[in-house]
């Protein structure tokens, strides 16, 4: 198996200390790149210190010059607020920079931030209608090696050629954020790599399951579609401390506080139509039994000690999950804390699954 850090820097504090955010940030990219991780991931929210660092193509570059090898992946660029051919030019430079490392996940967009959409002039149902173009026209522009010309219904266009050309041919790995049953049969339909956010390795398994049969059953070769569904990732909350009882109450005051908060700003700034008027339901602590053993279809996060979190991970393996990206929520949590449970994980957890 492999593992990923996602850094998601959760800044609660003031604006004037969003550096300090930014700086953590950067510093748990260096330390999981040492203690062995496989990979980097980065988001893309606004105006509400989630993520504290905003751009996650220029964090990512910034990153690239401070990493030697682990891989650079975004989960997820939102593509309505950006031309597809400017995230083109974007992400080829950095993969130039990177030397090849980088993975690029795109999505359509969410009506509960539907505020970010607005705040940069766009809405949820643009990037949803075009998000198909937009990645043909980023795909496009990766590969060509002449002229380009494109009339779309979002985009005309038209370029002598495309600079620089992506380090990796044919070009970087293109990923969509898959949140439902129907986006993974598109996807699948059409062999494309997914990203996935489950709650269970249950759920895991009946997505892996239904991804592979959608893509054999479009005539994809059976070595093509294991080779895809090799390099799904998973995302999953995690923390990891001495004991169940501390990892479970330094997570969730720090969760709760900031759901909290952005549900707040949710329900206030989700007006209009570009927002479907999403009513964000009541969050709440979930109800954990650390008193027996996590189970295959259970929803809680990997949150607990190093035996707990284990077997959680294990049941993942069991499901068919072949790379998981560990989400630590940074900021909710205090950052010593956070660097100890990198290094929980990675000198008593993943060398189980390495072998």
Known sequence: MKFGHFIYQIN????????????EGLYEGRLAEHLGY???????HHFTGETSYGDPIVFATAMAMQTKKIGLGFAVLEMAMHHPIRVA???????????????????????LNA??????????????DSIDEAEDLIIKA????????????????????????PFQKPHPPLYRGAT???SVVAMAKKGRLILLRTNSAAEAREYNDLYLNTMLNAGFKEERTLDNLARIWFWRDCFVAESDNEAHELFFSGLANWRARIDKIRNEWNTGSSSQRVLVPQWTIPDISYDRPPAFDGTEPLIGSPKRVKEQIQHLKEAGVNNVMLSHLGGIIPFEKRQRSMKLLATEVFPSFRK
């Open 180 to 182: 439902s049953m129907e």
């Open 38 to 44: 496989d990979a980097l991931w980065f988001a893309e």
């Open 115 to 128: 505020f970010e959409y607005i705040g940069f002039g766009t809405s949820v149902k643009k990037g949803r």
């Open 89 to 111: 030019v974007q992400t080829s430079l950095l993969d130039n920079l990177s030397r090849g490392r980088l993975m690029v996940g795109t999505s359509r967009g969410s009506s």
């Open 12 to 23: 609660l504090d003031e604006p004037n200390t969003d550096s300090k955010s930014i700086e």
């Open 142 to 165: 990766w590969t060509s090696r002449g002229e380009l010309k494109h009339q779309g219904k979002h985009w005309t266009i038209s370029f002598p050629s495309f600079r620089p050309v």
